[in-house]
């Protein structure tokens, strides 16, 4: 995606924005090379400028001022506020989901399939990659929003904006801090960053406009890890894991808010071209993160044929209903800012052709944000420092 202004006709099929002319096109999506393997250091073109503003009065944008006082008070140690010395019996996650796999996957469904001929061993290793690649990703993005919120502290003009940016880079330190420690002491091995979520990082860091920073980040990426650190957090029963995913999320519903509430005032101000250009990034990024759900890695790690793994796996009714579940904060907070009507509802006409309009009156993360704040929530009740 180009980091200057284009004409929005330039700019408006899949093939210009995606690179393919079909949004499913398997084939399309699983022969984009991964340059990040066996990478240490990666490095992206910043074209953005470092913006100083000479206007310090604290509180002019009082929502904002808000999210600062509720980020300064809601802080947490990753080494000493969860509990480490839990064991994780990696094995016995996996087991369980290979029991909850063969509840819903019929063996009518794999016949003639690359899983015909799994054992149980093989189906408990299939889980406990899929363990692994998922936290990396994870980890991975959560490096993606570490670099990004510090390009808003130079990028933003408000003053309230860069203070609160600065307390979500802390955020995001902690939680790389939790996510790699997790992986290296509880699980069994790292993957490398998906090409997908790689590209769209790219985008992000590669576009010189400060909100479009807020757009890649704090509301796609950021509210696809929301929404799935919630379900993560409904569905395991390891009590590390579930408590390490409630204190990220008290993060991640800031994080989210905080792009909501600044695009909120900025949008207001576009022209119909320029919401047209934000609609395009934002499908670009759902598609991408769409895209990179479909964990390929973990089947060339396995041995199996990678379109025949994936094509069968869409199919079944967790992945299916989890890969929707993903957009449930983003598709409401694109229509909090205006971007699913714009344009003659160029943007909701895309998010249908990707089956995920069906979240748009659920509740936008500016309005819920304070009621997912578990950590002050312990601090009250004395079970946190």
């Not at 094509?311 to 579940?325: C, H, S």
Request: net charge negative; with cysteine; proline share 3%.
């Amino acid at each position: 995606m180009s980091t200057t202004e284009m004409p929005t006709s330039e700019m408006s099929s899949n093939e210009a924005i995606l690179g393919r002319t079909d949004v499913n096109d398997l084939d399309a999506i699983l022969d984009v090379p991964n340059p990040y393997v066996d990478e240490v250091l990666h490095s992206v073109k910043d074209n953005a400028d470092a913006i100083f503003t000479w206007d310090y009065e604290k509180g002019a944008r009082p929502a904002l001022n808000k999210l600062y006082e509720k980020a300064k008070d809601a802080q947490w140690n990753g080494e000493t506020d969860l509990d480490w010395s839990i064991e994780v019996d990696q094995e016995r996650q996996a087991a369980q989901g290979v029991n909850d796999a063969k509840a819903m996957i019929s063996p009518e469904m794999l016949a003639g399939t690359c899983f015909a001929k799994f054992s149980d061993a093989d189906w408990m290793q299939l889980n406990i990659e899929q363990g692994n690649w998922m936290l990396s990703q994870f980890m991975h993005g959560e490096q993606g929003a570490l670099v990004c919120t510090a390009k808003i502290v130079e990028t933003v003009p408000w003053i309230d904006a860069k203070y609160y940016a600065a307390t979500q880079v802390m955020d995001e330190a902690r939680h790389v801090e939790v996510f790699a420690k997790y992986l290296d002491e509880k699980l069994s091995g790292h993957y490398p960053l998906n090409t997908h979520l790689g590209m769209l990082l790219e985008d992000i860091i590669n576009d010189s406009r400060w909100d479009m920073t807020y757009l890649g980040m704090q509301i796609m990426v950021e509210g696809l890890a929301l929404a799935a650190f919630g379900f993560i957090h409904q569905m395991t029963d390891e009590p590390l894991l579930k408590k390490l995913l409630r204190y990220v999320m008290s993060d991640e519903a800031r994080h989210v808010a905080f792009g909501v509430l600044s695009l909120k005032e900025y949008y207001e101000g576009l022209s119909d071209a320029e919401m047209r250009e934000r609609q395009e990034f934002a499908f670009e990024a759902a598609v991408r993160m769409r895209d990179r759900l479909l964990s390929q890695e973990v089947f060339e790690r396995m041995g199996v044929p990678v379109k025949e793994a994936v094509e069968l796996t869409k199919l079944t009714p967790d992945a299916q209903m989890f890969n929707q579940f993903l957009f449930s904060k983003i598709v409401p907070n694109c229509k909090k800012l205006g971007l699913l009507d714009a344009s003659d509802k160029w943007l909701r006409h895309r998010f249908e052709e990707i089956g995920v309009i069906q979240f748009e009156d659920w509740v936008d993360t500016g309005a819920e944000y304070e009621s997912l704040d578990a950590v002050s929530a312990d601090r009250a009740a004395g079970e946190l420092a």
